[in-house]
Every structure is written in C-alpha cells, then in structure tokens.
C-alpha cells in the first residue's frame, strides 16, 4: 500500500437536485478503504456530461501496479471476511440497501448528470440495482447447499465456498445497476471484489464505495481500480484473481473471455445485441405502440435490451402508423436524453444517412434533434424499408433508432431474426397463444418477451443471452450469479465401521 498516495478526502454526496450542470470531485481508486491516486500514472481522462457536453470531472487512468496493489488488498482482506458467517455477510446488503433507498435521489441525479440518462430512467436504474441487492439479502437462504446419506453411514455434502478475489469490468451504460448484477452474489459469496467501472461513468461507483463502507463492509473487500484497456488486461493476467465478469461490447467481450480464460480463470463475459420485435397483424394496437416505443427510445437506445429492428409481418400498417405518432411526441431533453459521446452521435446519424441512401425511407428523423447546446443529441427515429444488406439490419447502432423490415410469414421474420450473430433479446407481439409459443420456441435469444419489448428478467431470474451476447456458461444474475462467483465444495464423511459393507460404504 505503500506506494499509493491515500487521499483522507471521501467521495463527497452530490449536491445536483435538477438538470443543471454541476461539477463532481475526480475520480480516483479506492484501494482498503481508501480514495488513492495511481501509483505512477499521471495520466488523467475527461468526464462528460452528455446533456452540455461539458466536463463533469476527470479520472486519474491506473496501469498495471495500481491493479496489483487492489488486489495486494483484496487478498488480504479475503480470508477474514469468507469467515463471516453468510448471514453477517447479507447483512451488509441490508444495510446497504437502506443507505441507497434514503439516498435514492442524490444517486439518481448523479448517474442521470454522468451518464446522460434522464431523470426518471436514472432512478429505475438505481431501484434495479436495490432489487439486485435485495437478492443479495437473500442469500442466506437459498445458498443451504445439499446434504444426503448416499449409503449407509455415509452423508455427502456440498457446500458453496468463495473463490478469493474476483473482479469485474463494466460498461458506460448502466454505471450502477451492471456492477450491482455482480457485486451482491459476489461479496455474500464470500470473496473479496476489484471492480474497473467504464472510464466515461466512473463516478456512481464512488458512491457505491462509500455507501458499502458505511453499511460495515471492511476495508479491503471492496476496491475500484479506475481506468481502460491497460487495466482490464491486468485484471485478465492477475494470477491471484480467480474470476471475471465482464458486460460490454462482443468485440471486448471476446477478448477478455480468451485472454481471462487463457489464464485459467472463470470468466463471464456479456457482449453487444441486435434485438428483434416480430410484430403480427393480432397484435393489440396501444399495448404494441407504447411498448415498442418504450424499448428503442428508453435510455436513449443505449441498452442491450433496447429494440432494433422491428420484423413487420403482413399487414401492420396500422401498428407501425402508431408507433410513428407516439414517437413523434417524444420531447428530446426532457423525455429522451442524449447520447453518450460526440462520436456516438456522429455514428448513429451516419447510420440513418447510410440506410437512407441505400433507398431505405426516414420515417420519423432524430438527426436535427437539439435540446442542450453542446450536448450530443439524436431523436427518435424510425427507418422504414430496410433490406438485409443495409448495416442498420444487422449492425448494433446503440441509439434511438428503430428499423422497420418489411416480411410476409412469420418463418421470415424468424430466419432473418436467426441470421443475426447476436442472441440478447427477442419479443413478438401477438394476441395469440400459439404464434407466441412458436416464436419463443424458435428464435435464437435468451432472453423473450411477450407483448413485452425490453424482456429483462427480474430478480430472482437470471440475466444473460445467447451466442454473440455472452460468452461463457450461465447467466451473471439470480441464482447463476452465486454459482459463477462461488465453488462447490462436497464433502463425504462416514462416522462408523458399518457391518454391512459394499464397495460404496
Ligand atoms: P465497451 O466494450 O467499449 O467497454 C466495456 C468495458 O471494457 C469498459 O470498462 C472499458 O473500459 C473496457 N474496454 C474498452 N475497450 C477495451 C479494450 N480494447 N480492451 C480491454 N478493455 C476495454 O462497451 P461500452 O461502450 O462501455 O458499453 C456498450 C456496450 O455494452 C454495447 O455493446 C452494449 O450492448 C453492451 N452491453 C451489454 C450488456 C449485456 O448485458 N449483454 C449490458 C450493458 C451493455
């Protein structure tokens, strides 16, 4: 710990209580309770607001040392607090998640002045991350193990035991809910935490920090090591870590899955998306028109579960008319916020520009959107007539753009949904029991909706999808997550000669 200079000054509350721009303290490690700067690096990064395009704060980019001293103290923290008893452990949760429901504003509005995210979806995130704790809560009671008498006189046992120090990587688009998919399972678990939150959005966790210190977690067994590529590579080649979540792009997702796997650890890396609705003349009007909306506008299409590509089958003219008139009514700035960067905009107008001269039709057009001067702004928009070869066909755009693909059969809207390397999410919108069970039975997704666009499995459920979108077995929430985090033990044991012996005895 030596040498790291440790600050004394806390991550302070955030005194924001509207949109107005407001400056955050710079984001820095938190390594054994502590706010500290890089051990070398002087290397220092922007934080954006996104509404102004205006700095918020700067982080302090650690390196390869910084992460070996996270996990000098992760290490040794580890072994006192796996002998907690789990539900001493839970309590921490308990308590956390009182701090964050008295504290449910100061966060949301910072997440919401980091990120971008309006308000109202800044607050649903913080609340998803209070029902990830409160699964957390819960551990001790579902995490009992086994215990069998397989033969006479002989018992065995399996008994969940933690790995020592983990970590995990986290995108820009949810700064509080990804870290709290992982955290809770992980910590109960019994292990000790380093966490590399996206460089764009480093300041939520900071509060985290604070909030799991206040709520009695001792120093140590949680720590953030602030930073890019330098130190998720790191993290990738640290002996002494035993496991990686990782949630991102696939392009990432894959290479932290080899280079993790490559060094014997367990990994669980989730990747991008491309999500289909498939919509089909029964579907119910309102219900269809307001959720389809809800799911490529919300967070600004900046969600792994946000829809992409509607499949229009047969004759919906009358849906998608709805669709159009309910997503014109969006207020840019005040009911969708902007998007994460400059080149974030930059990509997704340049996506809208390439399908319009490829002969798609702009429908609805977000390019012209403005609501903040600075801030890097994209309305709604809604591309009709888009063909397979176009790049918003198969293409994560990651902003508020649907594209509308035109089929006649429902095995259509199936074989183009299928061709897409990803497997997030999938929805079909129907009043009719069996179109449902077809699709369902049929699409290559792991998470489906019915008349339900963004089909997040709630707690206890696990998140995660198929193919493209995860790489690794299982999913990173729910019961899954404790098992990723965890080993089991089995334990056979026999207390008395039996008489009676078989080679089994
Ligand atoms: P990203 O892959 O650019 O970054 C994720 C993390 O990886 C960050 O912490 C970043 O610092 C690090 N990173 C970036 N480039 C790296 C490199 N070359 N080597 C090593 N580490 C690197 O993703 P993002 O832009 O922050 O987030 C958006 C993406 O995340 C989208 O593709 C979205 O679909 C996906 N996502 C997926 C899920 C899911 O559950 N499947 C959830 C949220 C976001």
């Given amino acids: 710990m030596s040498a790291v200079s440790m600050m004394s000054d806390v991550a302070s509350p955030f005194a924001a ?16 309770g502590a706010w500290c700067n890089p051990a070398t690096s002087t290397a220092l990064q922007e934080v954006i607001n996104p509404r102004f395009g205006k700095v918020i704060a700067q982080v302090k980019m650690g390196g390869k040392d910084d992460v070996d001293l996270a996990v000098a103290s992760a290490a040794a923290a580890a072994r006192s607090w796996n002998a907690w008893p789990i539900r001493d452990r839970a309590h921490v949760m308990y308590r956390l998640r009182e701090l964050m429901v008295s504290n449910i504003d100061e966060l949301s509005w910072l997440l919401s002045h980091e990120n971008g995210k309006i308000y109202g979806e800044a607050k649903a995130e913080i609340e998803k991350g209070i029902e990830c704790v409160e699964y957390g809560c819960s551990l001790p009671n579902l995490a009992a193990g086994n215990q069998l008498e ?41 292990n000790a935490f380093v966490l590399k939150p996206s460089e764009r959005v480093p300041l939520s966790t900071m509060r985290l920090a604070e909030l799991l210190k206040q709520a009695g977690l001792p120093a140590g ?58 919509v089909v003349p029964d579907a119910d009007l309102e219900l269809t ?28 003219d009358h849906i998608l ?81 649907l ?13 183009i949904e299928n061709a897409s390397p990803y497997g997030n999410a999938s929805s079909i919108y129907t009043s009719s029991g069996d179109i449902a069970r077809r699709v369902i039975a049929s699409v290559e997704a792991g998470m489906c909706g019915v008349n339900i666009g963004v089909p997040v499995p709630r707690e206890p459920f696990g998140f995660g999808g198929w193919n493209d979108s995860c790489f690794g077995a299982g ?11 965890t080993r089991q033990r089995k334990i056979t044991s026999k207390w008395a000669l039996q008489r009676d012996q078989t080679w089994m005895s």
């Avoid at 209580?17 to 054994?32: L, Q, V």
């Avoid at 919300?298 to 829809?307: N, S, T, V």
């Fill in 321 to 401: 008319d709805a669709v159009r008139v309910r997503a014109a009514k969006i207020t840019t700035g005040k009911d969708l916020g902007p998007v994460t960067t400059q080149a974030a905009r930059d990509r997704i107008a340049g996506y809208i520009d390439g399908a319009e001269r490829m002969g798609a039709r702009i429908v609805l057009d977000g390019r012209r959107a403005s609501a903040v001067a600075g801030g890097y702004w994209i309305g709604p928009t809604i591309i009709d007539g888009v063909t397979a070869d176009m790049p918003v066909a198969h293409e994560e755009i990651f902003g508020p753009v």
């Fill in 475 to 485: 999913n990173i929430t729910g019961w899954d997550g404790y098992r990723f985090w």
């Fill in 289 to 316: 028109a307001e959720n389809v909306v809800a799911s490529f506008t919300g967070c600004a299409g900046q969600r792994c579960m946000a829809a992409s590509v509607l499949l229009a089958v047969g004759e919906v």
């Fill in 221 to 278: 067994v949680f720590n953030i090591v602030q930073g890019g590529r330098e130190v998720v590579e790191a993290i990738c080649d640290h002996p002494a870590i035993k496991a990686v979540g990782f949630v991102g792009s696939t392009k990432v997702a894959k290479l932290v899955y080899a280079r993790a796997s490559a060094h014997g650890k367990r990994a669980l890396c989730l990747g991008g998306a491309k999500n289909h609705l498939i």
């Fill in 17 to 32: 209580t509207n949109d107005e721009f407001a400056p955050y303290s710079t984001a820095r490690h938190w390594i054994g």
């Fill in 150 to 190: 397989v033969s006479r006189g002989v018992a065995c046992e399996v008994a969940y035991d933690s790995l020592g120090v983990v970590a995990g990587i986290t995108p820009f688009n949810f700064p509080m809910m990804v870290p709290l998919w992982m955290l809770p399972q992980a910590l109960v678990g019994g």
């Fill in 403 to 415: 594209s509308i693909m035109r089929v006649k059969t429902l095995e259509q809207a199936i074989d």
